[in-house]
């Protein structure tokens, strides 16, 4: 039996409704309060008056419903009453209700089978079985515990809790398996790092690995105003690297490939580097810079997005990383939410109110760059939220990438490209192409790429060694060339290898000359430092930003050769 098509729930001023999804997308009903609906036959099943409810959550298996409302206090400073109720999806029954007093964080958290529950209390995580609320099972115990991300997938079920550092100690990362928290050697794993305000926890599919975006609220180095960001792999077998990244700046985004062995990472200044790296942390494939902040897997894993939305203009490389074949590159302006189809197909992109307040809508995508569907709510009403209703995995089965744009019957709207500002005194002039930024192609789209192989951390390391001892011999055979010509000998002994630099006849001149290269030798071997991930002192830094004045006086002295 084929599987039905997922539909797509939009939320907004104009009211909650259900739209079908491809091929049709008509509307299919529309709700006016919080209520329960089977959407297989549209039967009603429960309606909640929660008129203060904020925030909605399904367990993984749709038994168990979370809603979250404001916590409040009474005018006499009694606290409030409880603000986040769990309710029986069957029964409508309110299984419990716990104070929740922030919204970060709100909703518990449940292993995919709902065997365990678990939720963050107060310096403790607490785990509850088998959906018994009224027992906490088990709780793991570590002093100040910020946060904790529980893996996906089959039993045994592991935890990752963060705990921030202070005192001059270091924040970590560990990974338990539940429900062994206690003794000294009951952590799987451990990852301990100082820059860290707060983190980010990704488990992979498989739950073997966990990747940590550690960052900070501040650059001290005042390179960057986001903060600073590192990126940490730990395995579960006890394995844990720090990823290397070839680009400084910011760490946009990370993603784990479906199959679990991969990952793809967003990262420095713009315009941003992609590149997708192995369990081992070494590089893959390198799809170069561009207009990005963002990358999304389709639920196959044989499909990414690359894309840059937010402060960007919302462009879309669409890749097959089987091939590493670049299938379309489709505009999104304004968008402020992408998600894909669980049919592995197709993509909704959309622009919703808080974040844009005008021209809101959406549009659902084929993933060779078509707009198959569009919708633009009218100028005085909004769109606060669009989502896929979700499959479980292996109920669409994966398809061949095809390369050739889909037939759409949505007209095609020619984008109007904002031309650049020029002042009066050159408007009359012939206009010059001028980039702030030359963006690097991706590895495979290089020149003589063809021959070009991603280089592991240890390749990298020696072929860095190599480039050094060469460079240090090219220098050694200039200055012997530069002896030779300032002190010059018999035709017959001067060996046949020796350079001869451009020489100004005044000692002094040359020596400055000669101590400006040596410089500016010194800031380049920093500067591939600094991009290897090495976190340069005060006075490197001073010398990398007195580059351009050197290269400029050593300019003026030559020129004067």
């Not at 630099?501 to 071997?525: F, W, Y």
Request: include cysteine.
């Amino acid at each position: 039996m084929a599987p039905s098509t997922p539909l797509l729930a939009v939320r907004g001023s104009e009211g909650l409704y259900m739209v079908n999804g491809p091929p049709n997308f008509t509307e299919n009903t529309v709700f006016l309060r919080v209520n329960l609906v089977n959407v297989a036959d549209n039967e009603l099943l429960h309606s909640f008056d929660l008129p203060k409810a904020v925030c909605l959550e399904f367990s993984p298996k749709n038994t168990v419903l979370v809603i979250w409302q404001p916590y409040t206090t009474s005018k006499d400073g009694t606290s409030g009453v409880p603000n986040l109720q769990l309710y029986d999806v069957k029964t409508g029954k309110c299984l419990k209700s716990f104070i929740q007093k922030k919204m970060q964080n709100w909703c518990p958290s449940w292993a995919d089978d709902e065997s365990i529950c678990a939720r963050n209390v107060n310096n403790e995580v607490h785990f509850f079985e088998n959906n018994n609320f009224s027992t906490i099972a088990n709780k793991l115990h570590l002093q100040k515990i910020s946060d904790f991300v529980l893996s996906p997938g089959p039993q045994p079920c592991k935890v990752a809790v963060y705990v921030p550092g202070s005192k001059g100690a270091p924040s970590f990362v560990r990974l338990y398996q539940y429900p062994s928290f206690s003794g000294p050697h009951a952590a799987l794993a451990n990852k301990s790092f100082f820059k860290a305000d707060k983190v980010t926890m990704l488990w992979n599919k498989k739950a073997t690995a966990v990747l940590v975006i550690a960052s900070t609220d501040v650059d001290k180095t005042g390179a960057s105003y986001y903060g600073e960001q590192t990126l940490h792999y730990i395995a579960t077998n006890g394995e844990s690297a720090v990823v290397q990244l070839p680009k400084s700046g910011p760490i946009y985004d990370v993603v784990w490939n479906s199959s679990s062995t991969e990952f793809c990472a967003v990262y420095g200044f713009m315009p941003a580097k992609a590149t997708i790296f192995n369990l081992k942390c070494d590089p893959v494939f390198d799809f170069g810079t561009g207009p990005r902040n963002a990358a999304y897997y389709s639920p196959h894993g044989h499909i990414l997005v690359l894309a840059g939305f937010g402060n960007l203009r919302g462009q879309m490389e669409v890749w097959d990383v089987k091939n590493y074949k670049l299938i379309s590159k489709p505009v999104a302006s304004d968008s402020t939410y992408f998600a894909w189809c669980p049919d592995g197909e197709h993509i909704v992109t959309a622009t919703c109110a808080p974040r844009l307040r005008v021209s809101n809508g959406y549009k659902i995508w084929h993933y060779t760059g078509s707009i198959l569907h569009k919708y633009d709510v009218p100028s005085n009403a909004e769109i606060w939220q669009v989502s896929w209703q979700p499959f479980l995995d292996g109920v669409f089965p994966a398809k061949a990438v095809t390369y050739h744009a889909v037939a759409s019957e949505v007209p095609e709207v020619e984008s109007k490209v904002a031309k650049a500002y020029r002042p009066p005194a050159l408007r009359n002039k012939p206009i010059t192409s001028s980039k702030l930024h030359e963006e690097e192609p991706p590895q495979n789209m290089k020149p003589h790429s063809g021959s070009d192989k991603p280089l592991s951390k240890t390749a990298l390391k020696n072929q860095r060694k190599h480039e050094a001892k060469k460079a240090a011999k090219q220098e050694a055979r200039s200055e012997s060339g530069q002896d030779l010509a300032l002190n010059p000998a018999p035709q017959q002994n001067t060996p046949r290898n020796a350079v001869s630099l451009p020489t100004s006849g005044d000692p002094e001149v040359d020596k400055k000359i000669k101590n400006l290269r040596k410089k500016l030798k010194a800031i380049e071997q920093l500067k591939e430092q600094a991009a290897g991930g090495k976190q340069l002192e005060k006075n490197q830094m001073e010398k990398i930003q007195k580059e351009k004045a050197l290269l400029q006086e050593l300019e003026d002295l030559e020129l004067g050769i």
